[in-house]
């Protein structure tokens, strides 16, 4: 392994919460020094030519459909995806056919990932089995295996008692389980935020109120065991008192919302285009501004692309049938940066959701650019301009809401432990 110096580079540290030129020395798969000014010998230089090198990005719930629906996204695909989109560790879900929920379905899944994907792979595991909220997993074996947390993703666990027995399984033990804020109920069948755009285009609607209520009910039950908690993505000013307060209590709570519900709004379904159709669904612009709001203060902690691949057949339905979600391992940096551009969030901010804080709730070394921590890097343009294709994607699913989309920001290169996994061609 070679020492490696980047020169002329714009360093984004979330950590220190600094954007400012200067030089970085990787050795041995780790970040060996920097400075502003007097660079050390290296066996290779790289010119960053002023672009900005940063942490890589750790991204909290990418779907990756193996086992069960290959066809929509393997770990090769994803990994590819995720290191052209400068994501350097994937946390991935667990909502596959079989659901992730023995140790020998995450072991095998586990073996693929590292086989097969470019970049790190951590895997999430259900939180019950078949995620159906009748029976907890074993979460000690899932742990021993090499769960990093524990979800059931959109399907949320409506039997309390089941919830709160594996919140204090889970206590015991020190996982971190996952929630998805929502009130089942009330969300069923929901296309739409209620309001009066839905209500003008006939869509099924959920008022923003389903967040608040599942949020609550969540966070009265972390009151009763202790249990550290992540709810996966807050979209609705109506939820953002409630989380505060959570975490004005000394609850061990963090929160994350997806890079859809930050650069899009309601509106943008306007012509029933089912590529915007997510789930929860897209909000209003308020919703959206009170969301980046909370960002900046550091009220939410992470930003993740919710990577949801689905197929043509699942998509080319009317809204309403069709599936819910989008792929965006690749689009998540150049979207995140539309926020920079702005001038809503500024790149060390960016940076703390996309990088440190996911890596450090997932008790991992990176997300930093200090000396000693991985050398888990992107390197990229902030700036340059391009005409997103969805066909030039990596992903085998195309459903990207940002197909023909004016963005900018391109990554430049990717690095895993100093070695480039990708290359701007």
């Not at 926020?339 to 060390?348: G, K, V």
């Not at 008790?363 to 700036?383: C, E, I, M, T, W």
Request: proline fraction near 6%.
């Amino acid at each position: 392994m070679t020492r490696t110096l980047f020169i002329d580079a714009r360093l984004i540290d979330p950590e220190a919460g600094t954007d400012a030129p200067g030089w970085l020395l990787i050795d041995k798969g780790v970040i060996a020094g920097r400075g502003a000014e007097g660079a050390p010998q290296a066996d290779t230089v790289v010119d960053c030519g002023g672009h900005c090198l940063a942490p890589g990005i750790v991204d909290i719930g990418v779907k990756v459909c193996e086992p069960g629906e290959r066809h929509k996204e393997s770990y090769r695909s994803a990994g590819l995806a995720a290191a052209a989109g400068g994501v350097t560790t994937m946390a991935t879900r667990p909502d596959t056919l079989p659901a992730i929920d023995s140790p020998e379905v995450l072991e095998f899944v586990a073996r693929r990932a590292n086989e097969a994907a470019p970049v790190n792979v951590l895997v999430m595991a259900a939180l019950t089995k078949g995620r159906q909220g009748r029976e907890m997993t074993e979460i000690g074996f899932l742990m021993d295996a090499g769960a990093v947390a524990f979800t059931d993703c959109d399907h949320v666990v409506t039997d309390t008692k089941v919830l709160s027995r594996a919140l204090s399984y889970a206590r015991s033990l020190g996982a971190l389980v996952i929630g998805h804020p929502q009130d089942p109920g009330l969300s069923a069948g929901a296309a739409a935020t209620s309001g009066k755009f839905a209500s003008l285009r006939g869509l099924p609607a959920v008022s923003p109120m389903a967040e608040r209520m599942g949020l609550d009910r969540d966070i009265a039950l972390l009151e009763m065991t202790g249990a550290r908690y992540h709810a996966d993505q807050i979209t609705t000013a109506r939820a953002l008192p409630a989380l505060q307060r959570a975490k004005r209590n000394g609850l061990d709570i963090t929160a994350g919302t997806s890079i859809h519900h930050l650069t899009l709004n309601e509106l943008d379904v306007s012509d029933y285009r089912t590529f915007f159709k997510v789930k929860p669904p897209l909000r209003a612009e308020e919703d959206r501004q009170a969301v980046i709001e909370a960002l900046r203060e550091g009220l939410i902690d992470t930003i993740s692309s919710m990577h949801t691949p689905q197929d043509e057949e699942s998509k080319r339905l009317p809204f309403e049938e069709a599936a819910s979600g989008a792929v965006a391992l690749e689009t998540l940096l150049p979207a995140a940066l539309r926020l920079y551009h702005a001038e809503a969030l500024d790149l060390p901010t960016l940076f703390r959701a996309m990088a440190l804080n996911p890596a450090r709730r997932l008790g991992l070394a990176s997300g930093r650019l200090a000396v000693g921590a991985p050398a888990d890097l992107v390197l990229f343009d902030p700036h340059k301009p391009f005409v997103l294709d969805r066909f030039a994607l990596k992903s085998k699913s195309k459903n990207t809401p940002f197909d023909g989309a004016r963005l900018q920001g391109r990554v430049l290169a990717t690095y895993v432990a100093g070695t480039v996994v990708h290359e701007a061609e």
